[in-house]
């Protein structure tokens, strides 16, 4: 009897033990989900403002669903058209369909095209299509030779422009902010790839100001004042 009795009481803690670790096992399951809603919810927050372009977008196109991020959006920056595209879902990416970088264009009108990728990303960014497989162009500044693998079919052209003290100035703090992947010109637009995460509307507005100095600078071949609009 005695012995049933230690086998019932053994059993009863056994059944206590299994239903307080589920039930620990599903507190710390709901509250890593409420910490990754929480922080899901802060991106959209950050990312808010490009969010409401898709939105506006897809309702002028008619479509259900407002939140498709798919392609490009379009607004302006002091007069110029100017383009954006948020990485797409990891589904889409490894459905082979879709993006993992964001990105922003600002419209220019220059004479050669070009990339400048940091030589830790310079495998793993890709090059613009005119620009694929061809040999990194050397600049002769050996920092930026260091640095930076830089990419264009009108080297001296290129290697003139980019020796301007501003313009070098300009290239070199659009990466040191440790956001930008790439910087590039080609198709008509001047554009900078970035991680989604960092698509905040504080480092886009900076962005654009600089990418907007550096377009007047390659269409006019003169570096505009800083704090110039």
Request: with cysteine.
């Amino acid at each position: 009897m005695v012995l049933g009795l230690v086998s019932c009481v053994s059993l009863a803690t056994t059944i206590v033990s299994h239903q307080l670790a589920t039930v620990l096992a599903t507190c710390n399951a709901v509250a890593l989900l409420t910490a990754l809603y929480f922080l899901y919810q802060q991106d959209q927050r950050k990312l808010r403002w490009i969010h409401e372009l898709y939105w506006a977008r897809n309702k002028r196109l008619g479509r259900f669903f407002r939140d498709e991020y798919d392609g490009e959006v379009e607004s302006e920056f002091n007069g110029r058209p100017v383009k954006f595209r948020l990485a797409q879902p990891l589904n889409v990416i490894l459905a082979g369909r879709g993006r993992g970088l964001s990105d922003v264009a600002l419209s220019c009108r220059a004479g050669f095209e070009f990339s400048i990728t940091p030589r830790g990303y310079d495998y793993g960014v890709a090059q613009p299509t005119d620009l694929q497989g061809r040999d990194g162009a050397e600049t002769g500044d050996l920092e930026i030779d260091a640095e930076f693998v830089c990419r264009t079919a009108a080297r001296e052209a290129f290697v003139g422009w980019l020796r301007e003290p501003e313009v070098r100035a300009c290239v070199v703090d659009l990466f040191r902010a440790g956001t930008a992947h790439q910087l590039s010109f080609t198709t008509g637009f001047l554009k900078v790839i970035y991680r989604d995460k960092d698509m905040v509307k504080a480092t886009v507005d900076a962005a654009l100001s600089v990418l907007e100095r550096l377009a007047i600078s390659l269409e006019r071949g003169v570096m505009p004042a800083s704090g110039a609009g």
